[in-house]
């Protein structure tokens, strides 16, 4: 059993910077393809970034492409984002999971629990 365990969340305000991390449980970290997921109140969940096993390819939307950064620590077995200049619509909870890489397509297999990312304006 794979157990994930984000955190780093917090209040902020416009412009600053966060970093998010995800623990994760067991000997088969590298094997999977990492990644961080958000659903604002409201809204459903959208893909932000992924991270191959390797950390040689990762892949980001466009919305926060150039402000966010995932990468990983396979001996720590844990996978980080790196959120800079942060905007008000970046408010979510931000979810770690592990899964399968389908070229930038992240197919989670285990979800973590979710850290609250509040950004005020």
């Known amino acids: 059993q794979v157990q994930l365990v984000e955190s780093g969340g917090g209040l902020v305000q416009a412009g600053d910077s966060l970093r998010l991390s995800c623990a994760v449980s067991g000997r088969t970290f590298s094997r999977y393809a990492m990644g961080w997921f958000r659903q604002a109140p409201g809204k459903e969940r959208e893909f932000v970034a992924a991270?191959?096993?390797?950390?040689?390819?990762?892949y980001n939307t466009d919305s926060v492409k150039d402000r966010f950064t995932i990468s990983r620590d396979n001996a720590k077995n844990t996978v980080y984002l790196q959120m800079n200049s942060l905007k008000p619509e970046d408010t979510a909870v931000y979810y770690c999971?592990?899964?399968?890489?389908?070229?930038?397509?992240?197919?989670?297999?285990?979800w973590g629990q979710g850290t609250q990312v509040t950004v005020s304006s």
């Open positions: 991270i191959s096993g390797s950390g040689g390819r990762t």
């Open positions: 999971a592990a899964g399968l890489l389908a070229g930038p397509i992240l197919h989670p297999t285990y």
